[in-house]
Structure formats: structure tokens, C-alpha cells
């Protein structure tokens, strides 16, 4: 199939991309293992980023994969993400912005036999991109200064194998098993003298999600849906380079200790004739990790997304814009890092459409980030956009029984 053989090759290039491109120009992403991300991929991104509650025959859902079982049974769907945004930092007087885009998910998914549906996704999990340059005291001489210019890329990567199993006509029970890797390199500059810190991230992740869906009439069907996810450790190796001039020397660092989040999420969907309306609520432990600065701490993280769709009929046989649907959402967290004591909350708007093109849909969205954290430690506005693609091709030429 010619899908197949595309989908072969949009996943090396995504691998590639997903190596080699900046996803971030965040001066705080030096910090742990970079910035968290989220909301730049998937059909629900115009919709606040819900997923727990969430399924429909299109809908590859690796966030709740028990929203897998909702997938039609006869077709082979493959989706693909990109993204633009345009970065704005402000903290204590300095600014920086910066213009990033990248791909930034490829999933496939479909039934494998009655009862039993897969996925396998590649996403981001977090990601380093920084520039800037800054006057430190000389040590030993603090009426000293001398100018450096500190950079940082890579980030860590999650393939992710997602089944379900239809355990009833109304539950369903799913797992995602996932291989997190990546690498980061921080780099300072000084004259001639030049410090490379390289850290090479791995480790193996699973969590679980259940769904119960019910329809009670033609026009009325709801899903509620929960996830879970245990806290894994996270295995990260380091190597310091010295390049002095024509002198090179390489130290081997102790490895650095850090932990992904425990979480968990509940979240539900109501669907009543030509409207969706969707809630989920996260709680995620990013106390876990751990923080080589002073002046960084990590807290725990309360995360409530909201969306709505609108579909006008959807009919095949009607007219384009009756097929469209029409999206939005708001996305509330608390801030994952604290700077020098302070806190603050991150919101995000979402709208967006899903067209529908041959043999599957294009969902696009606009976002407007802000983040702010107290006495004006720091400030973040994001204005973005994401694009996803979901073909899908004919697997099953006689339906299986």
C-alpha cells in the first residue's frame, strides 16, 4: 500500500527532525532536562489538549490508549504533526524571542484483530534550545569580569507502543509502553575556551488507561475515561569536554540522578447531538526531579484542560463547511518550576478546525501561551499554530468477525 511506504518514510524523517531541529529558545530550558512539552500534536490540540474521556473512529489517543478501541476497525490511520511558535521571555530586565518550528509527531494506529488495537507514536517529551551571552566575576577576583556566551540543544524523544482491549461493549482497558532517549549538550564559551556538557537520557516507561463509554440515544453518548503512570527513573549519563585553544580533554562525570513524574488523570466527554464537550484534570509529581542550580526547584503540577467541538452535520454528501468542525479550549496549570521562591500559573488558548480531505482530516490550531511567574521572575508568551494530518487507508478488505 502506498500509505505504508509513506509512512516509512515520514518516520525518518521525523526521527531526524526530531534530533536535529530546535523545538524551544527558552534560556530555562538549561535546567533539568530541558523544557516539558505539550499541546504541540494531535486532533484535540484546538480543543485544550483533552484526551482521558476522549475517542472517535479517527482519533489515535496515546494519552488514554484505551481511547484506541474507538478507532474504525477496518482502516489503517496514520497521523502526522508539525508546528510554528513564536517565543517571548522577559525576566528581571532582559528579554529574548526567538521563531522555532519543527515536526513534532508521527502516530499509527489501527485494529489488529477483533478486541485487540495498537499504535506506535513518536513524540517529544522535553526539549533544549537557548542562546545568550553573559558577564560573570573572574573567581578569586570578583572586581574582575569576564564575558561568556552560554548555548544548550537536543532534547528527549518518547516511541511509544500503545495497545487496547476492548473489554466490553462499554469498557476498555489500554497500555502504553514507552522508550524515552535523547541527547543534550550545554556549552560555554570563554575566549579560546570552550566547556561541552553532554548528557545522554534513556529509560523505559509504561502507564495504564481505562475507559467506560456509553450511548444512551441517538443524540446522546458519553465516555469517562483515567490514566495512571508510575514514577520511573531515569538513567542519565554525562561527559565534560575541554577544548583550550589546540588542547582537547574529556572527564567523565557521575551520572545524574533524575526521576519522570508519577501522574495521574481522570477526565470525561459529553457528546449531545452536533456538540462535544470534554474536561480533564492531571495532577503530575514533578517534585521527582531534581535541580543542579540553587536558585531552580521543581514542584508538583494541577492541570485542568477544557474543550469544546462543534460539527455542523457531517455528512460526506454535504457541502465543505458543513463537514468542518469547529474547535476550541483553555488549558490552567500550575508552573513545574519554581525560580528563586516564586511560582506562578500557565494559560493557554486554543482554537481551531478539522477539515475533512481524501480519505481523512486536517486538524490545524492556534494557540496563545502566557506564563507568569511572581515579582516578575519570569514571563513566557507563546503565539503558535499546529497542523495535523490523519490519513487513513483500507487494512481489512472484508470486516473481521
Sequence with gaps: ???????????????????QN???????????????????????????????????????????????????SKRLLTELSIFLKNESYTSG????????????????????????????????????????????????NPHENYDAAFT?????????????????????????????????????QQSDLIVDRKMHARSLYANLGIQYHRTLNHDLSYTLGAVYGYRQKLDITNAKYIVNGNAHEKKKQRSQKQSLPQYFGIGGSLQYKKWTYALDYAFQQYSSLTSTDSRIEFKDVNECRIGVC????????????????????INVSSSYMMINGNTGLSLRFNAGLSLPVFRGRIDTSIFY?????????????VIGATISFTLGEIFYHSKLK
Design 1 to 19: 500500500m502506498k500509505a505504508i511506504n509513506c509512512i516509512i518514510f515520514l518516520l525518518l524523517v521525523t526521527l531526524k527532525s526530531q534530533a
Design 22 to 72: 530546535v523545538m524551544t529558545s527558552s534560556p530555562y530550558s538549561m535546567f533539568g532536562i530541558g523544557e516539558l512539552e505539550s499541546g504541540l500534536y494531535g486532533q484535540n490540540a484546538a480543543m485544550g489538549g483533552v484526551s482521558y474521556g476522549m475517542r472517535n473512529n479517527t482519533l489515535i489517543n496515546i494519552e488514554n490508549p484505551a481511547g484506541l478501541t474507538g478507532l474504525e
Design 93 to 140: 530586565g532582559s528579554s529574548n524571542q526567538a521563531f522555532t518550528g519543527s515536526f513534532s509527531a508521527l502516530m499509527l494506529g489501527g485494529r489488529v484483530i477483533p478486541r485487540w488495537y495498537t499504535a506506535v507514536s513518536l513524540t517529544p517529551y522535553s526539549s533544549v534550545g537557548y542562546y545568550f551571552q553573559s558577564s560573570q566575576p573572574v573567581e578569586g
Design 152 to 188: 544548550g540543544s537536543g532534547g528527549i524523544s518518547k516511541v511509544t507502543w500503545s495497545n487496547a482491549y476492548l473489554l466490553s461493549q462499554h469498557w476498555s482497558l489500554g497500555m502504553n509502553i514507552s522508550y524515552l532517549f535523547g541527547n543534550i549538550v550545554l556549552s560555554e
Design 310 to 329: 462543534y460539527l455542523p452535520n457531517g455528512y460526506s454528501s454535504d457541502g465543505l463547511w458543513k463537514q468542518v468542525a469547529y474547535k476550541a479550549g
Design 369 to 381: 501561551d502566557r506564563m507568569q511567574l511572581k515579582k516578575g521572575t519570569l514571563n513566557r508568551d
